[in-house]
């Protein structure tokens, strides 16, 4: 048994003890796993990042090499007021970059795949084989569910005002109903989004208490 | 306010007429009315004043000289003496009012009298009040028709006195030793009430000589002596002479001159000017030379400061030989007699309550009212520094400081009300008193008088000016505070004329001031009182609770440890790899083997020597649960002989990819079939930068020489993202997924297929991607994640791993979690039941 083991058998009783409540061990452990995770992070930045664009820059001087330092140095400037100015420079290229790259994955890596899926899923009982299959078909089923799931998700964040107009109680009956199925596949999604989380905390406990077992000799 | 002389009823300062009656409301100067109710009466016992009975003798300096000004002006600490002493000379009024009440409430005249001064001062505030509003109601009824007959009534009592002592000093009634009390004048007919009412009230001004119980006669205060009211070696005449020591007192005045007796006035109405008021003028004209004239006029201008309506004229002038009221006196005088206007006795004389009488009394020492009230304009606007000690320095201080009390301010200035308990009645009423004085343009009791001038105010009077906030004023006696409730807010002038004068700060909301004032001094304990609140209950500290607790939580893990090592082999049997294999055999694992068979169609399409890019996205946290479905991936694209580039977008995935790599190493070479590219910054823009895939430093150089993956041997053929054959990544979060899933298509356009590992806590969210791939251009072909998905994979690749050994223990957690799950619905519904 290395000292390792030992070390981290211990950090883990420490952390366990939180069962009990707040306590000092549970701040130790606590800290310590995050100060060695940032002091982690800070390491690999500085040997995978900083230090080979300063080599480059060093070595091969050039504006794809240079200019990301400048930038940077824009950006620490930014502390003196009067540099403020010329800091918003590297604000704007950060911000300017990611927010295209993050907007522009949502739309269409994301939002538009959705929307075309949904709208090409059948309900045609002809598109699943023979007559009736489609009532053994997963996918029918499937494609009913999120069909359903889809609509009521939507009216249920709809805004709720009373709608006007001649078929007023039509429309607020429609509202209302698709709604409530809307609540309803909420609220199956946020269990199954539960159950799944539970299942993947009780690996990472199970995997523990093997560790466990398995420093101490009994398994 | 004004008592109405007819009916009696109280109307508000300013007003001419009645409101109930009607009747003319005559009204005379309030510090005539003072003054008069002074000296009428033996000295007051006021506490902390120490007021001399000045000796009745012409005074040889102004006045106020000798008075103590350092007294008057001194800012108070916690009780202002002058305030205590002015309480005392209330108090000594109200006894001796007290000893005529009958005389005082039918002839308001009479409260003037000289009676002696009573031990219990301020009880008897009442009754002193009583009488001046008695006597005020006198002189009101003998107003107009009476003025001459009060003149001719005040004439023959004090025949010879008035030019005899014209030095005589009209002292009060407080502490004149010597001095023979005011008596009070005899009751008289209401009609007559008013011209004896103020011969007497003037007549007392002489300093008594039997003075009632305990009062010692004391001699006259300077400021009289000074105007030649009093005469201090004179012995104090007894109240029936009153009238003629009238004379005496106020002495040669220029009017009494003029009509050869200097007395109280002439019995023609036409006269502008009383007969008191023309004596002071002379006084004034024939005083000596004396010590700093604003010292020496304070006192006066302050006695006369009520009927000021002119706003105070700030003329500091302290050097000055003569004060300014008595400048303003004799060009009072002067202008008079130019214009020889007709004096209405009524006006000097009106109706007043007891407390006006006393403001009338104190205002008599000055000239009268045509020059009165410019001379109360004078020292109304002017705060004089005070005058330096010289002479008699008590009677001075409470002079002085009923000077600066009664002065009024201007209307246009409100006062903020001092603290009920504070304000004497009759200095309420002197304030009350100001702005029905001032309100009245056509009062009669006021002869025509041209306006002083108030840049020639005394800067002594320009400093008793008061101010917009309020002044704190030491609490008087509880005796006085029910009285003080009806008084009218006309006294918070006067107090806060003193307050500004003596330096005190204003209190904007005094009401507010003593609240605050009785919270603070609360007790400690009350004020320390902790507002019940719902603390979290706070962790134990002690280290024997936390070690004897951290015992019993040991013994009841090991307690289960070894029922569950008991009862792992049936366990085991039940759930364990056997089972689960079994398990993927039936129907109900068929949704999850399809998904299996999904994820590694592509794997399996895997030729030698392709490029494999791997992701790894998960951290130590997660390790326990990504590790083993990693390591089963990796070990089935290495055994199809593939080239394997792990990445990561988190700084803690590169040494787990490498860790990784290495427990291969001893199979499958790093450096060969294995290279770490180790950490993309950025996250979605680190992805990107796998645009410049070749020049991408390695995370560890596999022959410790090459730097970049194009220098690597082996791997020198990779020119781009295009050389990459099968994308998978090992993501514990949805994020992650999305990153690779919405840039890499857009790099690699959509040629290399995608494969997505997930933890059991983002299948849920990464699924719709793949659900979406047949009508979008998602990329992700497969799927997968959790443990069972891990041992079920470990199985189809034969290699049975720590998630297959994991199986047995996750089933029985499901199962635990299943059961509390079932237990809680029935629970839940069994309380709604139970409330219903």
Redesign the interface.
């Known amino acids: 048994m290395s000292a390792e083991t030992i070390v981290a058998a211990i950090l883990t009783?420490m952390v366990?003890?939180y069962?009990?409540?707040?306590?000092p061990?549970f701040r130790i452990a606590e800290h310590l796993l995050v100060g060695t995770?940032a002091g982690?992070?800070a390491i690999?930045?500085w040997f995978?990042?900083i230090g080979?664009a300063l080599h480059d820059m060093v070595l091969q001087p050039s504006p794809t090499t240079v200019l990301p330092f400048v930038l940077c140095a824009l950006l620490a400037a930014r502390r003196w007021p009067f540099m403020r100015p010329w800091a918003a420079v590297s604000l704007a290229f950060l911000v300017g970059?990611?927010s295209s790259?993050?907007i522009?994955?949502?739309l269409?890596?994301?939002l538009?795949?959705?929307v075309?899926?949904?709208?090409?899923l059948s309900l045609n009982p002809a598109d699943f084989g023979e007559s009736q299959m489609f009532l053994t078909s997963n996918s029918f089923w499937?494609n009913l569910a999120?069909l359903i799931g889809t609509i009521g998700t939507f009216c249920y964040f709809a805004f709720r005002i009373r709608p006007g107009g001649p078929l007023r109680d039509l429309r607020a009956a429609f509202i209302r109903f698709w709604g409530g199925v809307g609540l309803w596949m909420i609220m199956m999604?946020l269990g199954?989004?539960f159950?799944?989380?539970?299942?993947?905390r009780?690996?990472?406990?199970?995997?523990?208490?093997?560790w466990l077992?398995q420093v101490f000799g009994?398994? | 306010m004004s008592i109405c002389p007819n009916c009696g009823a109280s109307n508000q300062a300013g007003s001419t007429t009645c409101v109930q009656c009607g009747k003319l409301l005559e009204v005379i100067p309030d510090w005539l009315e003072l003054l008069l109710a002074r000296y009428g009466e033996p000295m007051p016992a006021f506490e902390g004043i120490s007021v001399e009975c000045v000796p009745s003798a012409a005074p040889t300096e102004p006045l106020g000289a000798q008075r103590a000004l350092s007294d008057v002006v001194q800012p108070p600490t916690d009780v202002p003496p002058e305030d205590v002493e002015l309480l005392s000379e209330v108090e000594k009024l109200r006894r001796s009012a007290k000893d005529q009440p009958a005389f005082v409430e039918a002839q308001p005249s009479e409260e003037t009298s000289t009676s002696t001064v009573t031990s219990a001062a301020h009880k008897e505030i009442d009754d002193w009040l009583a009488e001046l509003r008695a006597l005020q109601e006198k002189t009101a009824l003998n107003s107009a028709p009476t003025m001459p007959s009060e003149e001719s009534a005040l004439e023959p009592a004090q025949p010879a006195s008035s030019e005899s002592h014209p030095e005589q000093e009209i002292s009060p009634s407080l502490e004149l030793p010597g001095e023979p009390a005011p008596t009070k004048q005899p009751d008289t007919v209401p009609g007559e009430t008013l011209a004896p009412s103020i011969e007497e009230r003037l007549g007392v001004l002489v300093p008594p000589t039997d003075t009632a119980e305990g009062v010692p006669e004391e001699p006259a205060p300077e400021w009289l002596r000074e105007l030649g009211l009093v005469q201090p070696e004179q012995p104090v005449a007894p109240s029936t002479g009153d009238s003629g020591r009238l004379s005496e007192t106020l002495g040669p005045l220029p009017v009494a001159e003029a009509s050869t007796t200097g007395e109280l006035g002439e019995s023609s109405s036409e006269e502008e000017i009383p007969d008191w008021l023309k004596r002071l003028i002379a006084i004034s004209s024939q005083m000596p030379e004396s010590p700093p004239p604003g010292e020496v006029a304070e006192p006066t201008q302050a006695l006369v400061r009520g009927e000021s309506e002119t706003p105070p004229a700030a003329e500091p002038a302290p050097e000055e030989p003569l004060p300014d009221w008595l400048r303003e006196l004799e060009a009072m005088q002067t202008t008079r007699l130019s214009t020889a206007t007709p004096s209405e006795e009524e006006e000097t004389i009106p109706p007043r309550s007891k407390e006006e009488d006393l403001t009338g009394v104190q205002e008599a020492v000055v000239p009268p009212s045509p020059g009165a009230e410019e001379v109360t304009t004078i020292p109304a606007a002017q705060g004089e520094e005070p005058s330096p000690t010289v002479g008699e320095e008590h009677p001075a201080e409470w002079l002085a400081e009923l000077e600066e009390l009664i002065e009024r301010p201007p209307a246009s200035q409100p006062t903020p009300p001092p603290a009920e308990e504070e304000v004497p009645d009759w200095l309420r009423e002197l304030a009350a008193e100001k702005p029905e004085a001032m309100a009245e343009p056509q009062a009669p009791a006021v002869p025509e008088i041209p306006q002083p001038e108030p840049a020639e105010l005394p800067q002594w009077v320009s400093q008793l000016r008061p101010t917009e906030a309020a002044a704190e004023v030491p609490p008087a006696e509880p005796a006085a505070a029910p009285l003080e409730e009806a008084v009218p807010t006309g006294g918070e002038d006067v107090i806060e004329t003193l307050r500004a004068s003596l330096g005190i700060p204003q209190v904007p909301d005094v009401e507010g001031a003593e609240m605050f004032r009785e919270i603070v001094s609360e007790p400690l304990e009350t004020a320390l009182t902790p507002v019940p609140e719902e603390v979290e209950?706070t962790?134990?500290r002690n280290a024997v609770t936390?070690i004897i607790?951290?015992l019993i939580?040991?013994a009841i893990l090991l307690g289960i440890?070894i029922l569950s090592?008991a009862l792992l082999a049936r366990v085991q049997e039940l759930l364990g790899e056997t089972a689960f294999q079994r398990f993927l055999n039936t129907p109900a694992a068929a949704g999850l083997v399809a998904s299996l068979e999904q994820f590694r169609k592509p794997v399996t399409a895997i030729h030698q020597g392709d490029v494999v890019l791997f992701s790894i996205e998960y951290t130590p946290?997660?390790a326990?649960?990504m590790q083993p479905l990693a390591s089963v991936i990796l070990r089935d694209l290495l055994e199809r002989r593939a080239r394997v580039l792990t990445v990561s977008l988190q700084?803690?995935g590169?040494?787990l990819a490498q860790r990784l790599l290495d427990e291969a190493n001893d199979t499958y070479p790093y450096g060969q079939y294995t290279l770490n590219l180790?950490?993309l910054?950025?996250e979605?823009?680190g992805v990107?930068s796998l645009a410049y895939l070749r020049n991408r430093?390695v995370?560890a150089s596999p022959d410790g020489v090459c730097q970049f993956l194009g220098e690597c041997p082996g791997w020198r053929d990779i020119r781009g993202i295009e050389d990459v054959a099968l994308f998978i990544t090992v993501a514990d979060s949805a994020e992650s997924t999305?990153?690779w899933?919405?840039?890499l298509?857009?790099l690699s356009s959509g040629e290399p297929p995608m494969l997505a590992a997930v933890?059991?806590?983002a299948?849920?969210?990464v699924r719709?991607?793949l659900?979406?791939?047949?009508?979008?251009?998602?990329r992700l072909t497969g799927l997968i994640g959790?443990?069972i998905a891990t041992a079920a994979y470990e199985i189809y690749t034969g290699k049975p791993g720590?998630a297959l050994?994991?199986v047995a223990?996750?089933s029985a957690?499901?199962l635990g979690?299943v059961a509390v799950a079932l237990a809680g619905i029935f629970a839940g519904i069994r309380t709604r039941t139970d409330h219903h």
Do not use: C, K
Not at chain 2, 771 to 778: G, L, M, P, V
């Open positions: 009783f366990w003890s069962i009990l409540g707040d306590n061990a995770a982690y992070v690999v930045v995978q990042v080979p970059v990611g790259l993050a522009g994955g949502a269409f890596g994301t538009w795949s959705q075309l899926a949904t709208a090409s499937q999120i999604t199954a989004l159950a799944n989380a539970a299942m993947s009780f690996t990472l406990l199970i995997d523990r208490v093997q077992l009994l398994r | 209950p962790p134990r936390v607790w951290a939580f040991a440890a090592l946290a997660t326990a649960e700084p803690e590169a040494p180790g950490y910054p950025g979605a823009i990107r430093q995370y999305r990153w899933i919405e840039q298509p857009v933890s059991a806590v299948l849920p969210t719709p991607y659900t979406s791939a047949a009508a979008a251009r998602s959790g443990t720590r050994n994991m223990a996750q957690a499901h979690l």
